[in-house]
């Protein structure tokens, strides 16, 4: 069984910063894209920004330059880095990866989430 684990969220004021992280474990093989996601009550869920196993990244349009996304595959954690956040950022951010538990069997993770919240 895998898990994702996000932690970082809090409440932060406008123009500061937040590190989300979101770790995976359990029996893995390899992860490969992995998804930040973000939602707010009574809205879609939205892409925020993703990550390929080979390291390639897109953004959405709303955060480009002030959000960045890595990955540690030592630890089997990807991270987002949130700069510069605006009132409009908050919401309850949730990771997705597809991981491998073989070669050859892989599906789709969701975490928990983690809530952000950006005062102004």
């Known amino acids: 069984q895998v898990q994702l684990v996000e932690s970082g969220g809090g409440l932060v004021q406008a123009g500061g910063s937040l590190r989300l992280s979101c770790a995976a474990s359990?029996?893995?093989?390899?992860?490969?894209?992995v998804r930040w996601y973000r939602q707010v009550p009574g809205k879609q869920r939205e892409l925020v920004a993703a990550?390929?196993?080979?390291?390639?990244?897109n953004y959405a349009d709303a955060v480009k330059g002030r959000f960045t996304i890595s990955r540690d595959n030592a630890k089997n954690t990807v991270y987002l880095q949130m700069n510069s956040l605006k009132p409009e950022d908050t919401a309850v951010y949730y990771c997705?990866?597809?991981?491998?538990?073989?070669?050859?069997?892989?599906?789709?993770?969701w975490g928990q989430g983690t809530q952000a919240t950006v005062s102004s």
């Open positions: 997705n990866a597809v991981v491998r538990t073989t070669p050859i069997v892989g599906r789709d993770y």
């Open positions: 359990g029996s893995i093989f390899s992860i490969d894209t």
């Open positions: 990550i390929t196993g080979g390291g390639s990244t």
